[in-house]
């Protein structure tokens, strides 16, 4: 009868402790699922602070769950500074705080296969620290902004693949240039370079994105002396404008007539952006003494039109106001491989990483198809061969059946 009693017993404890698990279980699934719902409402009814509350909260009961540490982290960032306009006005405490979620999840992790609000955490580390190093430089703390970058860089940012290809983006820009830049990972390891290397600081860095702030322009002109064709006072109250199809003139110093071009609006068919206002600004001030690139994976609309007047460098692109010849096959070989051996240098946990690799594979399959069409032989082969020995199917999956079957296709043809 005891025995019986005490068996009893025994089941009615596991059961408990089993509904309390499934509980805890659905808790912490209910506290996730809402922490990451905000992340995905209208930018405007975003609340961070009851995101990371939730998530606060869930990592608590999951303490081992990358993706709660990797949210948790973001809402922290987002906290913190929501978007450019915030940037110079980070807390360190709150940087620091942001850092150590997105460094548990690379330690729990090292690949992260959770869902993404945009950056992969080495990524996120490279952002939250160079952003944080921006704010001091914005604030006349120069030594304060290396060390920000410097403890981004110790606590797993600022990975070595990007800031190769950086280096290679700065070394092939000619004295001077002003490089157009966006995206964290192209504009924030450029920083670094410039500001902890000492490397190319002759090149005029200008993240486009940040031209929509008021801030920005501000530094580039007191710190890096960038001229504009309009007074302060104007550029500080730039805003959306109306637009239409314009033609616009940019005098050309060293040639005989000036550079034009359509401007088609970039918004809703209807507007061109502060932003837009401010690259062209900075373009009539140049007058193109300076050569004009930009980096590899800029939006269409982003090119305010100068898509077909670009001289393409694989990494960069030049603003074609002299009329350069685009690359034969022997020198576009070259500098692709050139590009190709920075994948050395890869982290293989990071997707950002490998969505940047695919955009090279991407342009050389581009030249494939090119040379296929125009039957020479010998130019495919040799790009089959780029192709099998840096980006091979094993290590680096294609994101589509359609492209690996092309491939394939080429491969028995040759």
């Not at 999951?62 to 980070?90: C, Q, T, V, W």
């Not at 080495?122 to 060390?147: F, N, P, R």
């Not at 460098?313 to 491989?337: G, H």
Request: with cysteine; charged share 25%.
């Amino acid at each position: 009868m005891i025995l019986i009693r005490s068996v009893a017993l025994s089941i009615i404890f596991s059961l408990v402790s089993l509904t309390q698990l499934c509980a805890q279980k659905e808790s912490f699934e209910s506290l996730l699922g809402k922490g990451k719902a905000e992340f995905k409402k209208d930018f405007e009814e975003q609340d961070y602070a009851m995101a990371a509350s939730y998530l606060k909260k869930a990592v608590t009961l999951e303490p081992e769950n990358a993706e709660a540490h990797y949210f948790l982290g973001y809402a922290y960032s987002r906290l913190n500074s929501k978007d450019g306009r915030s940037m110079i006005d980070m807390d360190l405490q709150l940087n620091k705080r942001c850092s150590d979620e997105f460094e548990q999840v690379i330690q729990l992790t090292p690949k992260y296969t959770g869902e993404l609000v945009v950056l992969d955490p080495y990524s996120k580390l490279t952002s939250e620290w160079g952003s944080m190093a921006m704010c001091y430089l914005k604030h006349d703390k120069l030594d304060s902004a290396v060390w920000a970058f410097n403890e981004g860089k110790r606590r797993g940012g600022f990975g070595e693949f990007f800031l190769a290809v950086n280096r290679r983006i700065l070394s092939q820009c000619s004295k001077k240039a002003i490089l157009m830049t966006s995206g964290d990972n192209i504009t924030i390891p450029l920083w670094y370079l410039q500001l902890v290397e000492n490397y190319r600081a002759d090149v005029t860095v200008i993240d486009v994105g940040l031209l929509n702030t008021t801030w920005y322009p501000q530094l580039l002109k007191s710190k890096y002396h960038v001229s504009f064709d309009q007074p302060q006072v104007v550029i500080d109250t730039l805003e959306y404008v109306h637009w239409k199809d314009s033609m616009v003139f940019v005098r050309n110093k060293y040639a005989y007539k000036d550079f034009s071009w359509t401007v088609k609006p970039t918004i809703y068919e209807e507007y061109l952006q502060r932003s837009d206002q401010l690259f062209l600004s900075i373009l009539k001030a140049n007058e193109f003494e300076s050569d004009v690139y930009f980096t590899i994976g800029f939006a269409e609309n982003d090119y305010m039109g100068l898509n077909d007047y670009l001289y393409p460098m694989i990494l960069l692109d030049q603003v074609n106001v002299n009329n350069k010849k685009e690359y034969d096959f022997a020198t576009y070989l070259s500098e692709m491989k050139n590009s190709l051996d920075l994948i050395k240098t890869m982290n293989l946990n990071s997707t950002d990483q490998f969505n940047f690799v695919e955009q090279l594979r991407y342009n050389l399959l581009i030249h494939v198809d090119k040379s296929h069409k125009a039957s020479r032989k010998k130019e495919v082969m040799q790009l089959l061969k780029l192709l099998d020995t840096y980006l091979p199917d094993q290590k680096f999956p294609y994101p589509s059946d359609e492209t690996k079957k092309y491939v394939n296709y080429l491969r028995k043809q040759y």
